[in-house]
């Protein structure tokens, strides 16, 4: 059974630091894309970063590519997602995802939810001006 949880998040000032964590089990961490959403209050979810666990190639959206950092431990399963200079519109429940990578093989851009299809319960930041 793929589980994915995560954790980190919390209460931080703007211009603050977190980093994020995902736990995964059930599957063949490797194979897999591992993906990072949130969804902020009356707002659609939205994609902020994904990493390629095959060669560690990571994608980023354009809002967060200069603030955000996702990594891995594939020696553990662990995804990690270091967000710095928070700003309040950061503010939302952050979710891992996975989907495995044979899905995503023709596909070129990764951070769409119907993608994923092994979600997480969320971890929420709250940022605070």
């Known amino acids: 059974e793929v589980q994915l949880v995560e954790s980190g998040g919390g209460l931080v000032q703007a211009g603050g630091s977190l980093r994020l964590s995902c736990a995964a089990s059930?599957?063949?961490?490797?194979?897999?894309?591992i993906a990072w959403f949130r969804e902020a209050p009356g707002k659609a979810r939205e994609g902020v970063s994904c990493?390629?666990?095959?060669?560690?190639?990571?994608f980023y959206a354009d809002s967060v590519k200069d603030r955000f950092t996702i990594s891995s431990d594939n020696a553990n399963n662990m995804i990690f997602l270091e967000v710095n200079n928070l700003k309040p519109e950061d503010t939302a429940t952050y979710y891992c995802?996975?989907?495995?990578?044979?899905?995503?093989?023709?596909?070129?851009?990764?951070?769409?939810?119907?993608?994923?299809?092994?979600w997480g319960q969320g971890t929420q930041v709250t940022v605070s001006s």
């Open positions: 990493i390629r666990n095959s060669d560690g190639q990571t």
């Open positions: 995802a996975a989907a495995h990578a044979l899905h995503l093989s023709l596909v070129t851009e990764y951070l769409y939810t119907h993608l994923y299809d092994n």
């Open positions: 059930g599957f063949r961490f490797n194979d897999y894309f």
